[in-house]
């Protein structure tokens, strides 16, 4: 065969692959042996450096390829936004290429390299005496096709499935291999099969050996020192997910903002991994240029504390629980129920978030504290009603300072930005008449706007608008959580059961003033019409977010009245039963 050199990067000494023995054509196998080789002669070896492009949507096609080493991803850009929306990834020995050559029509999609990878090139000339010769071969061309058409018109993006991990020191005094080697343990753990990991160049390593020692591994972790050094562009070229590594309070080392902006690609995800000591109460704050670097999550690891590195493993890998908690008034209450029977089964949970008491609630669970404690805190802030402040309803039926209050107490001075767990809540903009999703600033202020049901408490007035309850736009934020692409999600609905099916019981006098002032017994008052009408706008938009979970628990909380806070022993057991039923039958398997 034949031999030329696309794209290859100049800094890296990375000869073409040359595979041992004859690589898999897999169109080849229906020929008898001299018609393979014939055809085979006529395909040349070509390697192409990670990141690089094969061919883009568009253009002319000249040839189809055959994967030898390598990954490549296929994907097109939607025209309405210029988004790119990934296809499929391809792995030896698949083929790419040929429907433009089929059609003769321009390239529908574009091919990019995901790490180095080594191809063989066949010519459309040469393709087409192929087909002309040889007319059997069209049968697994239109097979591929018709299973990559079908992804394609689904309009499902493909999920991120990474096997190659970079791990890359983004500031100084950061422990980078012994933390690649950490999280190499902890993927093995969560993990079927063999993490290896590499954190210097080996003397006999080429591409070949490289190749053969990712292939002998189900995962690969590689740990890079330095930015923009020779192994460190290996190592980046070669990831499907890569964990920028940093020091609390350490600016990021000279010229890393600049390089990991140049290697962004929809391809490959960032994430930030925060090395923290053992013993801190919150996680340590980054660097400002460090939080300003591209990347999705934000990571916390604490020393010496494996659950820290189990959850990162599984984050990281696309393997993560994640928890979706709905609001519901007093309802919510329901949601320490089902906090419980996860505890009890021994399921961590990695990523969490919610809207209105769901956010309360999940806040908890993302500073890593006990179920005591949860259950402590909550009883202690809504075991009675926090909404009895009345006032001149100016803004509000309330001064909400008693809220305002218990948030302070409970959250303190954490930041959403800087938890044990990612995490975010929702509230609703009425200035642009959006949901907003609060990913960062003061804890306790992003949980006030997210329970500002209005009316009944204050807005929050915030630089990006006035923002209120976020039920009002999305009251079980499961779509949020999906987007992340980061493992299944488990949605807890606690806000769309029938409300006012049981009115609660009034006193003698409450009665009598009804009926002095005409009003029915059967109407709710307008504290309760309030909280209703916060969440019953987003029941539409809830039930096409629910359509995103993997698993939805909804407890049968239709006769719990929507202010019924002083009734949390028996709100919280009704969402343990529930939970605890769709343990025991199997319906959590796929979040497990």
């Known amino acids: 065969m034949s031999t030329e050199r696309l794209d290859i990067c100049d800094l890296v000494p990375v000869p073409p692959v ?34 690089r492009t094969l061919f883009e949507e568009g253009d002319e096609a000249d040839a189809l390829y055959t994967l030898v080493s390598g990954a490549v991803g296929l994907s097109t850009r939607d025209p309405r936004d210029g988004s790119v929306r990934r296809l499929t990834r391809l792995s030896p020995p698949d083929t790419v290429g040929e429907l433009a050559l089929l059609t003769g029509e321009p390239r529908s999609i574009t091919a990019t390299a995901l790490r180095d990878t ?24 239109a097979r591929i096709l018709a299973a990559r058409l079908r992804t394609a018109h689904t309009g499902v993006t493909l999920n991120h499935a990474p096997r190659s991990f970079a791990v890359l020191a983004a500031t100084e005094g950061c422990q980078a291999t012994a933390f690649g080697e950490r999280l190499a343990q902890a993927l093995d753990a969560a993990l079927p099969g063999r993490t290896g990991c590499l954190s210097e160049w080996p003397p006999e390593a080429d591409e070949a050996w490289f190749h053969r020692y990712e292939q002998a591994h189900d995962r690969t972790v590689f740990v890079a020192h330095q930015i923009d050094c020779p192994w460190c562009q290996l190592c980046l070229r070669h990831a499907d997910h890569v964990l920028l590594l940093a020091e609390p309070g350490a600016p990021p080392r000279p010229g890393a903002a600049a ?40 990571l916390q690891a604490r020393e010496n504390h494996d659950g820290d590195f189990a959850r990162l493993a599984r984050i990281a890998s696309g393997h993560a629980r994640a928890l979706v908690l709905g609001g519901g008034g007093a309802r919510g209450l329901a949601h320490l129920g089902v906090l419980r029977a996860l505890f009890e089964a021994g399921l ?22 006990s179920l005591d404690a949860i259950e402590t805190h909550t009883v202690a802030s809504f075991g009675r009603n926090p909404l009895d402040d009345y006032t001149l309803p100016f803004h509000a039926l309330t001064r909400g300072a008693k809220v305002d209050a218990g948030l302070a107490a409970r959250f303190g001075d954490a930041r959403v930005e800087d938890l044990w767990r990612p995490f975010f809540c929702v509230s609703s903009n009425l200035s642009t008449g959006t949901a907003m999703v609060h990913w960062a600033g003061p804890l306790d202020r992003a949980i006030r706007a997210s329970i500002a049901i209005p009316g009944l408490l204050p807005p929050v007035a915030s630089a990006d608008g006035i923002l209120v309850d976020g039920g009002m736009m999305n009251n079980l934020p499961a779509d949020v959580m999906a987007d992340l692409d980061r493992g299944p999600v488990l949605a807890v609905d606690v806000g769309s059961d029938t409300a006012f099916q ?52 909804k407890p049968a909380l239709a006769g719990v009245d929507l202010r019924a806070w002083s009734s949390f022993e028996t709100t919280a057991e009704l969402g343990y039963r529930c939970a605890r039923e769709a343990l025991d039958s199997g319906r959590l398997r796929d979040w497990t």
């Open 18 to 51: 040359i595979t041992p023995g004859r690589p898999e054509i897999p169109f080849l196998t229906s020929l008898n042996e001299d018609a393979a080789d014939t055809i085979r002669a006529r395909m040349t070896s070509v390697a192409v450096a990670g990141g």
């Open 118 to 141: 080594h191809l063989l090139r066949l010519s459309r000339a040469a393709f087409a005496d192929l087909i002309a010769t040889h007319p059997g071969t069209l049968l697994y061309f």
């Open 259 to 298: 390089y990991l902006a140049s290697i962004r690609s929809p391809w490959i995800r960032m994430d930030l991994a925060v090395a923290q000591p053992a013993g801190a109460r919150l996680p340590r704050p980054l660097h400002p240029d460090v939080a300003a670097l591209p990347f999705s999550l934000r």
């Open 348 to 369: 961590d949970i990695d990523l969490v978030g919610g809207t209105s008491m769901g956010s309360i609630l999940a806040a908890s669970v993302a500073l890593d504290w």
């Open 502 to 553: 049981v009115m609660p019981r009034q006193g003698r006098g409450a009665r009598a003033f009804r009926r002095f002032l005409g009003i029915s017994d059967q109407l709710p008052g307008i504290a309760h019409l309030l909280l209703r009408s916060a969440m019953v706008s987003s029941d539409a938009q809830t039930m096409a977010a629910v359509t995103r979970a993997a698993v939805l628990l």
